[in-house]
C-alpha cells in the first residue's frame, strides 16, 4: 500500500464545545482513501454541511474495521474516487440539517452506516432494511475518520447518558453484526449447543451474545489461544484448538454426544466451514459470518440431507439492534470494556490501521480519536 503522509497545511481554528453552542471551524482534519492510487492521506478539508434531513456530528471515536482495510488493499471496489473512511461512529450532533427537529444539538448518538437507496425494487415495497443498493457510509460518502460527519438524521441511535462512548462506537457493526447473526439469523435460544469457530473482532462478540441469548454449552474454537483464553473469559464453556485432531471427541464430549444446534463460521474458509457442518446435530445450522472468496464444502449429499443440515449466510444488522445494544449496555446486561483494544488519534491513523493489519496484541476492536 502507497502511502503519503499529508502535512497539516493550514492551522484550521480551535475547535472547541461549550454546553450548548458548538464553536465548529471552516476546516477539519480527514483521513482520505484516493482509490486510483490505494493511498491513505490526512488532509485538511471543508467541514460538511448537513443537508435536508441530515445532522453533523462531532465524532467521538470511530472504529477501524476489517471492511476498511478491504477498500485499502483492493479487495472491497472502490464507489467513489475519493472518500473518508470509518463506518463505526459514536459522537455528538452540532448542528441541525433544514427540516430536522427530531434531534437536538448536543445529542449523543451513533448514525447508521449505510442510507437505503430509494430506488430499488425492496425500497420501492417500503422494504428499507432490504434495499439492495444500500449507500455505505465509508464507500459511497465521508465516513468518521475525521472530525466530523454528516448522517441522515433517521437511523441515529441515541447513546444512553451512561454507556461510554468507546463502547458506543462499536454497536455500528463490530457488535451488530454479531447481534444480528445470533438473535436473527441463528434464533439462538435457551439450551442451544452454540460453536464458533474464529474468536477474534467478530467471534468474542459472538460468544458474549450467544451467552447472553442463553446458547449451553459455548464452544469456542480457534487457532490462537490467546483469543481462546479471551474466549473463555467473555463466556465460553469450552475452548478447543481448530487443529486438534480430536477436535470432533472434544465437542462430543462437551456437548454430551448431542453436537452443535448452531455453529457461526466468523472465520469464512473452507476449512473452519467444513468443521462446523461436521460438528451439527440433527437440524442443526451453520451460520457464515466471515467471508473470503474460497466455496464451503459441505460434505456428502448422504449425510447433509440424512441430519437435515442448514447452511445460512448472515450479512449486517439492522438499525433498531443498535438501539437494543445501547440498552442491554446502559443497565449493565453486557460488557464491551474489553473490547476496546486501543485507541490511536486521528493523526496516527496509519499507525491504527497497521495494528490491525498485523493484528498487534490480537485486537477485538482499534479505535480513531479524532
Ligand atoms: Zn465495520
Ligand atoms: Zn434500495
Given at each position: 500500500m502507497g502511502r503519503t503522509e499529508a502535512v497539516r497545511t493550514n492551522m484550521k481554528e480551535c475547535v472547541a464545545v461549550s454546553s450548548e453552542v458548538p464553536v465548529i471551524g471552516t476546516t477539519m482534519l480527514a483521513e482520505r482513501f484516493h482509490a486510483a492510487t490505494r493511498e491513505v492521506t490526512l488532509e485538511e478539508v471543508p467541514v460538511p454541511r448537513p443537508g435536508p434531513g441530515q445532522v453533523l456530528i462531532r465524532v467521538a471515536f470511530c472504529g477501524i474495521c476489517h471492511s476498511d482495510l478491504s477498500l485499502i488493499d483492493g479487495n472491497f471496489p472502490a464507489s467513489v474516487p475519493v472518500v473518508t473512511q470509518g463506518h463505526e461512529v459514536a459522537g455528538t450532533i452540532v448542528k441541525l440539517g433544514p427540516g430536522v427537529d427530531q434531534w437536538k444539538v448536543g445529542d449523543r448518538v451513533i448514525p447508521s452506516a449505510g442510507a437505503a437507496c430509494l430506488r430499488c425494487r425492496n425500497c420501492l415495497r417500503g422494504n428499507f432494511a432490504a434495499c439492495l443498493r444500500l449507500n455505505l457510509m465509508a464507500f459511497a460518502y465521508d465516513g468518521g475518520w475525521a472530525e466530523y460527519v454528516v448522517s441522515g438524521a433517521i437511523g441515529c441511535s441515541r447513546i444512553p447518558d451512561n454507556v461510554p462512548f468507546e463502547q458506543a462506537?462499536?454497536?455500528?457493526?463490530?457488535?451488530s453484526t454479531p447481534f444480528a447473526a445470533v438473535v436473527?439469523?441463528?434464533r439462538v435460544h435457551l439450551g442451544n449447543a452454540v460453536g464458533i469457530w474464529g474468536v477474534g473482532g467478530v467471534g468474542t462478540h459472538l460468544v458474549q451474545l450467544s451467552r447472553l441469548a442463553g446458547g449451553t454449552p459455548i464452544i469456542a474454537v480457534d487457532i490462537n489461544d490467546a483469543a481462546l483464553e479471551r474466549a473463555r473469559r467473555l463466556g465460553a464453556d469450552y475452548a478447543f484448538r481448530?487443529?486438534?485432531?480430536d477436535l470432533q471427541v472434544r465437542i462430543t464430549e462437551a456437548t454430551g454426544g448431542r453436537m452443535l444446534d448452531v455453529a457461526f463460521?466468523?472465520?469464512?474458509?473452507t476449512a473452519t466451514a467444513s468443521q462446523a457442518i461436521y460438528n451439527l446435530d440433527t437440524n442443526g445450522q451453520v451460520v457464515t459470518v466471515g467471508m473470503s472468496a474460497q466455496h464451503i464444502d459441505a460434505g456428502s449429499f448422504m449425510e447433509f440431507s440424512l441430519l437435515r443440515k442448514q447452511v445460512k449466510g448472515h450479512l449486517g444488522y439492522q438499525v433498531q439492534d443498535i438501539q437494543i445494544l445501547t440498552e442491554l449496555l446502559s443497565l449493565g446486561r453486557?460488557?464491551?470494556?474489553?473490547?476496546?483494544?486501543a485507541i490511536v488519534p486521528l493523526s496516527e491513523i496509519h499507525r491504527g490501521i497497521e495494528m490491525l493489519q498485523e493484528k498487534v496484541g490480537n485486537p477485538i476492536r482499534i479505535l480513531v480519536q479524532p
Open positions: 462506537a462499536l454497536l455500528a457493526d463490530a457488535v436473527r439469523t441463528a481448530s487443529d486438534d485432531p463460521d466468523a472465520v469464512g474458509i453486557l460488557d464491551l470494556s474489553e473490547s476496546v483494544s
